[in-house]
């Protein structure tokens, strides 16, 4: 079984005789029963005073898990061994969850572009994820979502998997709005095709490689140009820019993920322009020069919802500060977050 661990999972003198190269022999424990391996993980959660990830739910088990050390998924899962797996994240607010239609329709998008037949009906699924977040008490966090090929074998080919899974857990998170605008590079590490481009998939390599490259450089994120010279995303969030000319423009969806937080905005957006503080909102094809003379550029994601970019590639962006637009947008989506319509934030019982 594959599991979470604390950051106290090992003392330095046993993680010292796993080195390699180490000369001295390493006798591996072998549990002799289930109750033993339970007491353990009981044993290395029990310093973590506050639990990071209140609740999980597993149609493997058939129910909500309330403990993390329980909180586990199959070794043969082919989401696990084969990448075989979608996911998707709300988030969770003031105790009520922002979006969640939105992100399960792209949810089920994904699965069906993955080949992965659902276990439950759409209503059941959101059924599932409402009472989850519920029995977790969280209030301020995420909500985060799988569907997989399923536990079976080690093969290729899901063929024999008995039936596919949905893994979901509630993740506790400071949820707020950023003011402080940070640095990107242009990301070297290759994109994705757009056919899983365009699918929340579980093969992130290329989005971990990307951020790590960013890392590397003193950047927060990077920003990733396709094969064509036009602007395409970040390694996990949309991009939007806003012209000397006060439009803004978000690259086109057709080769890239449809941001759930990116549409919406593209919806409030509008009120901008009837301001007159905005001339124009739409999405389009920006090439690097475009896109690096902008006025103001953000990033766009579900827990930011905007994030301010100031200096791309050690050039400022604008005036290296961050933008008012920017952030009136960001207010937008904040309020939509806080005080929107109950047709985009569904209130937990808890």
Same mark, same amino acid.
């Given at each position: ?44 959660? $029990?310093?973590? %005073? ?7 739910? *597993?149609?493997?088990? /058939?129910?909500?898990? &309330?403990? =993390? !050390? ?65 029995? $977790?008490?969280? %209030? ?7 569907? *997989?090929?399923?536990? /079976?074998?080690?093969? &290729?080919? =899901? !063929? ?191």
């Amino acid at each position: 079984m594959a599991y979470c661990n604390p950051s106290s999972d090992q003392k330095p003198d046993e993680m010292a005789s796993m080195e390699v190269g180490s000369d001295k022999d390493v006798k591996v424990h072998v549990f002799s029963s289930s109750s033993e391996l339970i007491e353990k993980l009981h044993e290395k959660w $029990s310093p973590v %005073k506050k639990k990071p990830y209140p609740a999980m739910y *597993s149609s493997v088990f /058939g129910g909500i898990i &309330l403990h =993390p !050390a329980m909180m586990v998924i199959p070794i043969d899962d082919h989401m696990v061994h084969r990448g075989h797996g979608v996911f998707d994240t709300a988030v969770i607010l003031d105790g009520y969850i922002y979006e969640l239609d939105a992100h399960l329709d792209r949810f089920l998008r994904s699965a069906s572009k993955a080949r992965i037949t659902l276990p439950f009906p759409r209503s059941t699924l959101r059924s599932i994820l409402v009472q989850l977040t519920a029995a $977790s008490q969280c %209030k301020e966090g995420t909500l985060r979502y799988w569907l *997989s090929a399923g536990p /079976g074998n080690f093969l &290729l080919s =899901p !063929a024999k998997c008995p039936t596919s899974a949905f893994y979901a857990v509630v993740i506790a998170d400071v949820v707020s709005q950023c003011k402080n605008g940070v640095k990107v590079i242009t990301s070297t590490i290759p994109m994705k095709a757009p056919l899983f481009a365009t699918m929340k998939n579980v093969n992130y390599l290329p989005n971990v490689l990307s951020i790590m490259e960013a890392e590397d450089k003193g950047a927060y994120a990077s920003i990733w140009v396709d094969d064509d010279g036009f602007i395409a995303e970040g390694p996990n969030v949309n991009v939007a820019f806003i012209t000397n000319d006060k439009e803004l423009i978000l690259p086109s969806f057709d080769n890239i993920l449809s941001g759930c937080t990116a549409k919406r905005l593209l919806e409030l957006a509008p009120k901008l322009v009837k301001q007159g503080r905005l001339k124009s909102v739409k999405t389009a094809n920006l090439t690097v020069m475009e896109a690096k003379g902008a006025a103001e550029m953000m990033y766009i994601g579900s827990t930011l919802p905007i994030l301010p970019i100031i200096m791309w590639d050690e050039h400022p962006i604008g005036d290296g500060k961050v933008g008012d637009l920017t952030m009136a947008l960001s207010d937008l989506l904040w309020h939509d977050m806080v005080a929107g319509p109950n047709t985009h934030r569904i209130c937990v019982p808890y």
